[in-house]
């Protein structure tokens, strides 16, 4: 069983569309994340939720919207989305906020067109 | 400036070498510093952590800190093709719990 899922793997839109990114861990931590990586691998932190409260909000569009219906699940809408928006997207989840390890989903590879 | 600077890479080596992988940083609060092996097309997975400065050894990955001179190494012994991958260092500081990485280095290890 896959620890962090996030679906769909891939995915491929134009510009101007809305999209959602799902994810789900099966691993009962409290805390979920989605990073950006860039195309030369930087990873950035985007959002960061424990418990389903938001409590990491980076300097994001606001046409990026994370939502957490329970403390298993993030899911991530992107509205209009833009060019540079392409990029692969990871969702991520760690016991407890704090924690030092982080477990990684496979990627959302979004590219725009 | 990044806070978190590390060499791209790519690096290539001989199997068995001994390889050395490093980042530089410039926030004196990071405390808590890991090493992530992210092979390609998959998500980043925890190899090694480290509390404050030391070393720490796992099989044949050590892992160094200097918070004198704000330096991080990762060092892998008989190195193998299965090694092969970005290597991405990861640092906190403890008050909470956003990891700032580096660019990461692509790794490659040839027969």
């Known amino acids: 069983d896959t620890a962090v899922s996030q679906t769909p793997k891939y995915l491929v839109t134009q510009m101007g569309n809305d999209k959602s990114i799902k994810c789900e861990q099966n691993l009962g931590h409290d805390t979920m994340y989605w990073y950006k990586q860039d195309s030369k691998k930087f990873l950035k932190i985007m959002f960061s939720y424990n418990n389903k409260e938001l409590i990491i909000n980076e300097t994001v569009p606001n046409r990026f919207s994370p939502k957490s219906p329970d403390k298993a699940h993030l899911n991530l809408h992107i509205n209009s989305l833009e060019l540079g928006d392409s990029a692969v997207y990871f969702c991520a989840s760690s016991r407890v906020q704090g924690n030092t390890e982080a477990f990684f989903g496979q990627g959302t590879r979004l590219t725009v067109v | ?111």
Request: charged share 20%; with cysteine.
């Open chain 2, 1 to 111: 400036q990044k806070e978190v600077e590390q060499d791209p890479g790519p690096l290539s080596v001989p199997e068995g070498a001994i390889v050395s992988l490093n980042c530089t940083y410039s926030n004196s609060a990071f405390q808590y510093f890991m090493w992530y092996r992210q092979y390609s097309r998959k998500g980043p997975e925890l190899l090694m952590y480290t509390y404050s400065s030391g070393n720490k050894e796992d099989g044949r990955f050590t892992a160094q800190v200097d918070k004198s001179s704000k330096y991080i190494s990762l060092f892998i012994r008989d190195s193998q093709p299965s090694d092969s991958a970005t290597y991405l260092c990861a640092m906190f500081t403890g008050g909470g719990n956003k990891l700032t990485f580096g660019t990461g280095t692509q790794l490659k290890v040839e027969l």
